[in-house]
C-alpha cells in the first residue's frame, strides 16, 4: 500500500486517465514513462519532433503536483545553465548560490545531442548521483526525480552524439512513431477546442510510496537468471547457440541492462496490477532496456541490421521460464 493506503492499481489508472485527457494516443511511450517514474530509472527518447514528449511529461508533472522543467539543449550551453552557479550579492557583499533548472521532480532534457560533452557529462553526473556540487557545497534534487532526455532522429548536423559509457545510464530507449489516422483526428480535434484542465490525482509522496511499493514486487531467481542469460547473449552470442550474431556486434550490453530488465519488470507489473513480475513483463521491456546498450559492428551497420532485430533474435533463441507465482 502507498501512503494513503490507497490500492496502487486504481491510482495509477486514475493517474494514466488523466494524462489521456490531453494526450492522445502514445500508449506505450505513456507506459514507459511510469515504469521510469516507479522504477527510478531516466528515460532516451527518440522520435521526430511534434509527438508530444514535453506534453507528456509536463501533464504528468502536474496529475502528480510535482515540479516540471524543461532545457533546451543549444551547442552554446555550458554546465552551469543546467546545475547553477554562485552569484555575488551586492548588497550583501556575499556570494549565494542559484540553483539551476536540474531540481525538479520531472525534467525534460530537449535535443540532448546539440549540446557539447561537457554540458552532457554535467546532466548525466545529475542523473546518477542525484545531488550538485557547487563551490564545495551540495545539493540533492528532489526526490522522485525522472530526467527525459530526447534525440531528434532526422538531423545529424550541429549535433554531438551521446557516448556509448553515458546513454548506458539511461534505463530505456524508447522509439516514438507517429500516431495513426484516427489519433491525430482527435488530436487535431482537441487542439482546434477549449484546453483541458488536468486534475492532480497525487502527490510526490504517493509517488516515493509506489516506488517503496514496487521495490517490494516479488521476482522470481528463475526470471533473474533469465535477464542475465539475455543479457550475457549479447556479449557471447557463440555461448547462447548464436555465433552467426557474433560479427554484428562489437559490445554487448552491460549489467546495468540486467538490472533495469529487473526493475523495470517489477514496475510493468505494478502497472498492471500485480505483486509478482511474469516472464512476459521482462521479455516485454527488453528491447527498450537494450537497443542502446548494443553497439554494432560496421558489418551490422553495412548490412542494415538493427540492435531491435539483433535482441529480437537473442528473444527468439532464449525462450522465458514458466511463470512462478509466489504463494500467500
Known amino acids: 500500500m502507498n501512503a494513503n493506503h490507497e490500492p496502487t492499481a486504481p491510482l495509477m489508472e486514475r493517474l494514466l486517465y488523466e494524462v489521456k485527457r490531453v494526450v492522445v494516443g502514445q500508449d506505450r511511450f505513456l507506459e514507459r514513462v511510469l515504469v521510469a517514474m516507479l522504477a527510478q530509472g531516466h528515460l532516451l527518447v527518440e522520435g521526430v519532433p511534434g509527438l508530444a514528449k514535453t506534453l507528456t511529461v509536463k501533464t504528468l508533472a502536474r496529475t502528480v503536483r510535482g515540479s516540471f522543467k ?4 543549444t551547442p552554446d550551453l555550458v554546465p552551469a545553465d543546467l546545475v547553477g552557479t554562485r552569484i555575488y550579492n ?3 557583499g556575499e556570494f549565494g548560490t542559484s540553483l539551476g533548472p536540474v531540481f525538479a521532480n520531472l525534467l525534460l ?3 540532448i545531442n546539440r549540446a557539447p560533452a561537457k554540458v552532457q557529462s554535467a546532466l548525466l553526473e545529475v542523473m546518477q548521483e542525484r545531488q550538485v556540487t557547487i563551490a564545495g557545497e551540495t545539493h540533492k534534487v528532489p526526490e522522485p526525480f525522472v ?11 550541429g549535433t554531438y ?5 553515458q546513454v548506458d545510464r539511461f534505463m530505456m530507449k524508447v522509439l516514438v512513431d507517429y500516431p495513426s489516422e484516427e489519433e491525430e483526428f482527435v488530436i487535431a480535434e482537441r487542439a482546434l477546442g477549449a484546453a483541458v484542465e488536468v486534475d492532480p490525482v497525487a502527490d510526490t509522496f504517493q509517488l516515493a510510496a509506489l516506488q517503496r511499493d514496487c521495490r ?3 521476482v522470481d531467481p528463475s526470471l533473474i537468471q533469465y535477464a542475465v542469460r539475455l543479457v550475457g547473449a549479447t556479449r557471447q552470442p557463440a555461448k547462447a ?5 557474433a560479427r554484428l556486434i562489437t559490445y554487448g550490453a552491460s549489467p546495468r541492462a540486467t538490472i533495469a530488465l529487473v526493475e523495470g519488470a517489477r514496475a510493468l507489473a505494478l502497472l498492471r496490477g500485480r505483486r509478482y513480475a511474469l516472464p512476459a513483463d521482462l521479455v516485454d521491456l527488453a528491447p527498450d532496456v537494450m537497443r542502446h546498450r548494443i553497439v554494432l559492428s560496421y558489418e551490422a551497420l553495412a548490412e542494415g541490421v538493427s540492435a531491435d532485430a539483433l535482441v529480437q533474435r537473442v528473444l527468439k533463441k532464449l525462450p522465458p521460464p514458466a511463470a512462478s507465482v509466489p504463494r500467500d
Open 70 to 73: 524543461r532545457i533546451q539543449f
Open 90 to 92: 551586492q548588497k550583501s
Open 109 to 111: 532534457a530537449d535535443e
Open 147 to 157: 530526467v527525459m532526455a530526447t534525440q531528434n532522429p532526422i538531423e545529424t548536423e
Open 161 to 165: 552524439p551521446l557516448p556509448e559509457a
Open 216 to 218: 517490494a514486487v516479488y
Open 241 to 245: 547457440d548464436l555465433a552467426d550474431c
